[in-house]
């Protein structure tokens, strides 16, 4: 029998900027009793994104580095970095597993996302072969639920601010520091990060 060393959620994300939001939702996660870490995966590419908001992706990955700096269970992840683009998440678990072949992984999605799931390539895979965390997106958000065995909704804390807003209100001249960790605002202001 297999012996599974590391129980690891994957949190997929373009995390440009992250925020308090993805690490309150990560400390979240990280309870329960069958998740040992969480690894937020960064994406250079989201086929469903447009790739022309995106800044670089080791400036990203940097960002989530500082923000996980005392962190011991929630971690980063560029194994997309050295992946095909776009990234699709079925190919990215096939390599995840590969690699880290006595490693147990599951997804934590947004109900946004479960809702999409047959849109995605081999989303049937997924589903039947990953467990799949869901937590709400937004407090007016559609409830209701898709039914299977592997999807398991959760009350994780909805934090209600996006990357996208972060980046305008930035380019609006707002330094938007209450909802980033203090190192991430510091290092988008040194770098002059999403400003038009």
């Not at 776009?86 to 390599?95: E, G, R, V, W, Y």
Request: with cysteine; proline share 5%.
């Amino acid at each position: 029998m297999k012996v599974v060393e590391k129980r690891v959620g994957l949190l997929f994300g373009s995390f440009n900027p992250i925020h308090i939001g993805h690490l309150t939702l990560a400390r979240y996660m990280n309870c329960f009793d069958d998740i040992d870490e969480v690894w937020l995966v960064i994406s250079p590419q989201n086929p469903f994104k447009n790739a022309s908001d995106l800044i670089n992706e080791q400036l990203r990955k940097q960002m989530v580095d500082i923000a996980l700096k005392d962190e011991q269970t929630i971690k980063s992840c560029d194994i997309e970095f050295f992946m095909p683009l776009p990234s699709f998440t079925i190919d990215t678990l096939k390599a995840l597993k590969e690699k880290y072949s006595n490693y147990s992984f599951s997804l934590i999605m947004g109900t946004d996302n479960i809702k999409s799931i047959n849109n995605w390539k081999s989303g049937d895979e997924i589903l039947n072969n990953f467990k799949i965390y869901i937590y709400p997106r937004f407090k007016n958000f559609d409830s209701s639920k898709i039914e299977h065995p592997n999807v398991c909704y959760t009350n994780a804390p909805i934090v209600e601010i996006s990357s996208t807003e972060i980046r305008e209100n930035i380019a609006k001249g707002y330094l938007m520091a209450e909802f980033l960790h203090p190192g991430v605002s510091d290092f988008i202001v040194s770098n002059s990060l999403y400003i038009c």
